[in-house]
C-alpha cells in the first residue's frame, strides 16, 4: 500500500480523499489544513473527513495546530510515502518555500504531486530541482488538469506534426459554491483586469462575494499566465509564447458553462497546416479532472521513486498511470 497524505482540505483535498478510495494501491493515511492534521496509520475514513469544517476535529487522531504542515512531517513523515499538495498558491512562492522547508526539518523522503497552476510558481520549483533530488525525493509539478492532463494530451497531439504553431487550452468550469473552492476562484480572480495578487490577497470573502455577484457569478479568463506554456516549453513542444489558456468559471452553477478543450496546430511533414483538438466530457468536474490525473501521475512517479529517480519532473515529462497492476514488469524480471 502507498501510505497516502493530503495536505489541504478544501474542495481539491476533500474530492482528492473521494477519489483515492477506488485506488487499491493507497492508504489515506493523513491530512493537514491552516488548522490542524490528522493521522491514522490504519486509514481515515472519508464520511467521518466529509463533514469535517477541520481535520484537526477528526475523532481520535485530530490535532489542533497553526503550523500543521511541518508538526504532521516531522511526527510521521518516514510513515508516508506521497503526498497531494493541495494548498493555495498566494503567494506565488507559497509552495516553493513549503517544499524546503519539508525537505528540510522534516524524514519525509518519498513523491510530491501539484496542480499548480501559475508559470511563475512552477519557476520557483524548478530552481529548487538539486535541493529536491538531493533530499532523495522526486516531485511531480503542473500535474492537475491544466497543466496536466491537457499537457500531456497536447504533447502527445503534437507528434503528429513536424512543428508545433500553437497550443490552446480553453476551459469551461462549473460550482455551485465558491466558497468550496475558495484558492481556486482567488487565483483565477488575480488574471482580471484590474486585479492582482496583493489586491486579491487583501480581499475578505465578502469582497470577493461583491465581485463575483457584479460578474453574475461568471469569470472569463483570457491570456492567463499559466504553467501549461513553461511545461510545453521544457518538453520540447513549442516556445512558451505560443501556448494561451482562457476559460469562462460558473461559480453558480455545477454544470460547465462551456466545454474543456485543448487545440493543437502545427504543419505537418506535407507542410499543409491541422488542427487536433481533445474535448473533455461535460459530466466531468474539476475534481475529477485535477484528483484523478494527479493520481495518475503520482503513481507513474512511484515507479519511477522506485527505481532510484530523484528531483523534479513536469507532467510533460510522464505518462500517467491508470493502476500499479497491470503496468508491465522491467525487462530485467520478465525473462
Ligand atoms: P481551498 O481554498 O478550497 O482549500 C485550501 C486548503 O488549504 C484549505 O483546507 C486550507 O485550510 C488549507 N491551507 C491553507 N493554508 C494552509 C497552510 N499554511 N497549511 C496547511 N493547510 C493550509 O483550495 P482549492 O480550491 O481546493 O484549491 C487547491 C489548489 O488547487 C490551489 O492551489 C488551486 O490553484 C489548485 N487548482 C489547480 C487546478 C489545475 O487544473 N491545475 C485546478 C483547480 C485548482
Known amino acids: 500500500m502507498i501510505r497516502f497524505a493530503i495536505l489541504g482540505a478544501g474542495g481539491l483535498g476533500k474530492g482528492m480523499a473521494r477519489v483515492v478510495q477506488h485506488k487499491s494501491e493507497f492508504q489515506l493515511v493523513a491530512m493537514a489544513d491552516s488548522q490542524g492534521y490528522c493521522y491514522d496509520a ?5 464520511e467521518t473527513i466529509e463533514p ?28 508516508i510515502d506521497a503526498i497531494f499538495m493541495a494548498l493555495p498558491n498566494l503567494p506565488v512562492e507559497f509552495f516553493a518555500s513549503t517544499v524546503r522547508q519539508i525537505l528540510g526539518e522534516t524524514p519525509f523522503k518519498g513523491v510530491f504531486v501539484d496542480a499548480l497552476k501559475r508559470t511563475q510558481a512552477v519557476e520557483h520549483l524548478l530552481a529548487m530541482d ?18 496536466g492532463f491537457l499537457t500531456t494530451v497536447a504533447a502527445v497531439a503534437a507528434q503528429s506534426f513536424v512543428e508545433v504553431e500553437s497550443v490552446d487550452v480553453h476551459f469551461g468550469v462549473g460550482i455551485s459554491c465558491w ?40 469569470i472569463e479568463l483570457k491570456g492567463m499566465e499559466h504553467a501549461d506554456d513553461i511545461i510545453l516549453e521544457l518538453a520540447g513542444v513549442c516556445s512558451r509564447d505560443r501556448v494561451t489558456v482562457g476559460g469562462l468559471v460558473d461559480t ?6 462551456v466545454s474543456t478543450t485543448v487545440t493543437v496546430t502545427g504543419r505537418t511533414v506535407s507542410g499543409v497546416t491541422g488542427s487536433h483538438q481533445f474535448v473533455l466530457s ?4 474539476m475534481v475529477d479532472n485535477v484528483c484523478g490525473p494527479a493520481l495518475g501521475f503520482l503513481l507513474r512517479g512511484i515507479q519511477m521513486h522506485r527505481k532510484g529517480i530523484r528531483g523534479l519532473v513536469t507532467s510533460a515529462d510522464l505518462m500517467p498511470l491508470y493502476s500499479l497492476e497491470g503496468s508491465r514488469q522491467p525487462a530485467s524480471a520478465v525473462s
Open 252 to 257: 453558480r452553477h455545477a454544470k460547465k458553462p
Open 179 to 218: 466558497e468550496s473552492y475558495k484558492a481556486t476562484i482567488r487565483e483565477d480572480l488575480i488574471h482580471l483586469e484590474g486585479f492582482d495578487v496583493e489586491k486579491v490577497a487583501n480581499m475578505s470573502d465578502e469582497a470577493v462575494e461583491e465581485e463575483l455577484n457584479r460578474r453574475n457569478g461568471l
Open 42 to 46: 490504519e486509514g481515515l475514513r472519508l
Open 282 to 285: 461535460d459530466e466531468t468536474t
Open 130 to 147: 538539486d535541493v529536491i533530488e538531493q533530499s532523495g525525493t522526486l516531485y511531480i509539478t503542473g500535474a492537475g488538469a491544466t497543466p
Open 52 to 79: 469535517l469544517a477541520t481535520v484537526a476535529n477528526y475523532p481520535e487522531c485530530g490535532i489542533p495546530s497553526a503550523q500543521a504542515i511541518m508538526d504532521l512531517l516531522k511526527t510521521h513523515g518516514d510513515s
